[in-house]
């Protein structure tokens, strides 16, 4: 709840596939899957190898691409995206991805996942020279650098272009052609290579291959192209240098954005819930009837710390699924913030009881506050409320939206005042050595947003060094 409630949001989800059959259905499908990586606008491009057509638009996968406009899309292959853009861009919809082009190459589509941290900088000197852009979009910049190579094929002009970025970039490029997926040399985005009867797929998740048909075959290694085309799929592997490269894949991936049915960074990501709650419960352990969780997000998280703790799951809160986010924003101004419109309390099952609650995180905390007071209103008798991750102190520069510095709680206040503010009987927050024994490699992973280690530094417009949010 922390933060699906309180506004931390992925920003996007990418989808391809190259197949024999027709793309369009399969990336409704990939799309639909990774509908909880971007809520605001989804679109697709597809290429039956002469012409690319595409479509996009603001709003949910569903709402976007109808049944017939996922007819009118003829093509064995396409690229699809699924964005959450920050609040002030969200009404644009030339911000919506792919973006599409057309240069001396040809056609070109990009669907991006990330942030560059040198896009001001990249952007204003582009500009300078003459580019026009389109969008407001930082995606909008690896179009550009293709456009401007002079590199003899897609994949030499993308991997002259793609040196030139800094920061978050898990992309899928397209052509009339052929289909191109990286991942930056971090590795801060997951991207997934999967096999269907008649081709390949490459997705964000893993959950999108499940929904297609398609069988995993590996994750696209940090630094590493790929090409789909006719003649199947050709891996590029890092180079040396990359390979080498420091790695700093997003936590946050494991302790919340990703499907709990996703395989992740190499692992389950259900797995990796269940351990941050075992953790969560061994550094915090509670005198409790109950451990129930903040749907859904952090139900594996719950169900470890009761696997730990040997207190009974319990199913405690119910979230509601169905509510669009139009309808949520209204009432978030009203005293409960909206809470009661997303989640109701069982008060059978809480009433008199000392519960332990499972949340991955908190944020702003204005929404957890108010959780609290539901459950002790629906006559819960003690509420011991520990949060699967550290205390987020600050702000994501690489592809998370999250609020400023200043309006984090745990950047201004200690957990026991966290605690006093929130109304909890206890309070307890996974460490950040618990959070790093919870994961695989934890040497491969960012943590910054909870350690102020930042692995990427951020340039401002003329390329000075910048890390302030608020
Ligand atoms: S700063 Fe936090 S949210 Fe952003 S990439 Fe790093 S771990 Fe993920």
Redesign the pocket.
């Known amino acids: 709840m922390g933060a699906w409630s309180e506004g931390?949001r992925e920003e996007c989800g990418v989808v391809g596939v190259y197949g024999r059959l027709p793309a369009a259905p399969r990336l409704y499908l990939g799309l639909n899957s990774l509908q909880h990586r971007g809520q605001e606008g989804a679109g697709i491009a597809v290429s039956d190898g002469e012409h690319m057509r595409s479509h996009k638009g603001i709003g949910l996968v569903n709402d976007v691409l109808t049944e017939p406009v996922v007819a009118s899309l003829p093509g064995a292959f396409g690229i699809g995206h699924n964005r959450y853009s920050t609040t002030g861009a969200s009404a644009r919809p030339e911000n919506v991805q792919p973006i599409v082009v057309d240069c001396r190459h040809g056609r070109l589509a990009v669907a991006h996942n990330g942030n560059l941290t040198n896009a001001r900088e990249l952007r204003r000197r582009m500009e300078e020279e003459g580019s026009i852009f389109q969008t407001t979009s930082d995606s909008e910049i690896v179009l550009h650098l293709i456009a401007r190579s002079r590199r003899g094929s897609m994949l030499e002009r993308a991997r002259e272009a793609l040196a030139a970025v800094r920061g978050?970039c898990t992309v899928l490029l397209m052509s009339e052609k052929e289909i191109l997926g990286y991942r930056d040399p971090f590795g801060?985005?997951p991207l997934c290579l999967g096999r269907l009867p008649d081709g390949y797929v490459l997705a964000s998740e893993t959950c999108a291959l499940d929904i297609m048909g398609a069988e995993l075959v590996r994750e696209i290694e940090p630094g590493e192209m790929v090409l789909l085309d006719a003649s199947g799929v050709h891996g590029v592997p890092p180079s040396p240098g990359e390979a080498d490269h420091p790695k700093?894949?997003?936590?946050?991936?494991q302790i919340y954005?990703s499907r709990p049915d996703s395989v992740v960074f190499g692992e389950s990501v259900d797995r990796v819930r269940r351990r941050l709650g075992h953790e969560l419960a061994r550094e915090h352990p509670a005198a409790a009837d109950m451990v129930i969780a903040v749907p859904d997000s952090s139900n594996s998280a719950g169900l470890g710390f009761a696997e730990e703790s040997g207190i009974p799951f319990e199913l405690g809160l119910i979230r509601n699924h169905y509510i669009g986010r139009t309808f949520i924003a209204p009432v978030q101004n009203q005293r409960d913030g909206g809470v009661k419109v997303k989640y109701n309390p069982v008060a059978a099952v809480l009433r008199g009881k000392r519960i332990v609650v499972v949340d991955d995180s908190i944020v702003r905390g204005t929404t957890s506050r108010l959780l609290v007071r539901m459950l002790f209103s629906a006559g819960a008798r003690e509420v011991h409320f520990r949060v699967s991750s550290p205390p987020?102190t600050?702000?994501?520069?690489?592809?998370?939206d999250?609020p400023k510095r200043s309006e984090l709680i745990a950047s201004q206040l200690s957990v026991p005042e966290i605690g006093e503010y929130l109304g909890v009987t206890s309070l307890g927050y996974l460490s950040l050595d618990g959070l790093r024994r919870a994961v695989a490699a934890p040497e491969r992973?960012?943590?910054?947003?909870?350690s102020g280690e930042?692995?990427v530094p951020v340039t401002d417009e003329v390329g000075r060094l910048t890390l302030e949010r608020g």
């Open positions: 931390l978050a801060f985005r700093a894949q997003c936590v946050f991936e954005f987020m600050g702000p994501c520069f690489y592809g998370i999250t992973f960012c943590y910054a947003c909870f930042y692995p």
